[in-house]
């Protein structure tokens, strides 16, 4: 007889990518991925959080740290990893270019057909890594289904360099989500508006319940109508990398339980305290609370 499996609160979906981050400081190699940024950040505020992954071989020590974090790692060995470059050529963290030179493909429905979570978080880094399938195959659940736009929209050109282009299947895929991610730059891209409010009604409009719009200085979330809005209090931005990440993972996370607004400061303290660091969110709870009572004005919030 079947073991019954396991729900979890969260369930993070996407291809590892090896990141060669250049600055004007010079360049280094980190681990990325949009699902580790949000798995750790949904982890580390307590949820049971899994990790829907492909990847080679060769960088499998990502998966144990993963696990040592208390996550459940879902797998699949493919012949190469992710390569992604992020060039920032000036000091503005917001400005960057990427490139690919390799990925780890395409998911297919099978992948997440056996994982069950109260929500799901789509963190894709380009187009056709998370197919419309896979998309209905979420909706099938019984789940909240949350997606990064920039998986959707980014293109690799010739030359490698990743651009946005027309989303064809835009309709199609929104219509099925409940939560939307974009940066300031997407939404423009989608939208035309520079005007976050105004681009985030847009989008409501395609489908989603809740968009999330992350810019320089903090997060917009428009849910039920109503917009709420909360900075970012980042000492450093030494871990600008998997910001957007980082937010809608704490974001989603914080939802089970919390009203959109309560959830929007939470996701902009973890996210300021990640940014703090490279790499994944590490911090404890303690140390979003302590955030939150020292710059958000919240008191007994854990």
């Not at 005007?195 to 992350?214: F, M, V, W, Y």
């Not at 957007?244 to 305290?273: F, H, I, K, N, Q």
């Amino acid at each position: 007889m079947e073991g019954k499996r396991t729900l979890y609160d969260v369930a993070a979906v996407g291809n590892y990518t090896k990141d060669t981050i250049i600055t004007p400081e010079g360049s280094r190699q980190i681990d990325g991925g949009g699902f580790r940024y949000a798995a750790h950040a949904a982890a580390g505020l307590g949820y049971k959080v899994a990790a829907v992954t492909r990847l080679a071989a060769a960088d499998s020590h990502v998966l144990d740290a993963l696990e040592e974090a208390g996550i459940d790692v879902y797998a699949c060995e493919t012949p190469e990893s992710t390569h992604m470059c992020l060039d920032y050529p000036t000091h503005d963290v917001d400005k960057r270019i990427l490139t690919v030179s390799s990925t780890a493909g395409s998911f297919a429905p099978i992948q997440v057909h056996g994982v069950d979570a109260k929500a799901f978080v789509v963190s894709a880094s380009i187009r056709g890594e998370v197919p419309l399938e896979v998309i209905r195959d979420l909706r099938s659940k019984d789940t909240t289904i949350s997606l990064d736009v920039q998986g959707f929209i980014r293109v690799a050109a010739p030359d490698g360099r990743l651009e946005h282009r027309e989303w064809w299947e835009k309709r199609a895929v929104l219509s099925r989500v409940d939560i939307l991610k974009a940066d300031a730059v997407e939404a423009r891209f989608l939208t035309g508006e520079t005007d976050l409010e105004t681009a985030a009604k847009q989008l409501a409009a395609l489908g989603p319940s809740e968009i999330i719009l992350s810019h320089s200085d903090g997060l917009l979330v428009l849910a039920d109508g109503e917009i709420h809005q909360a900075p970012f209090h980042a000492k450093s931005l030494v871990g600008r990398s998997g910001r957007g990440d980082t937010c809608v993972g704490s974001y989603v996370a914080r939802r089970l339980t919390s009203p959109p607004a309560e959830a929007t400061v939470w996701a902009a303290a973890v996210a300021s305290l990640k940014m703090e660091q490279e790499g994944p969110f590490s911090g404890t709870i303690d140390d979003v609370v302590g955030l939150l009572e020292k710059e958000y004005g919240m008191v007994h919030c854990a």
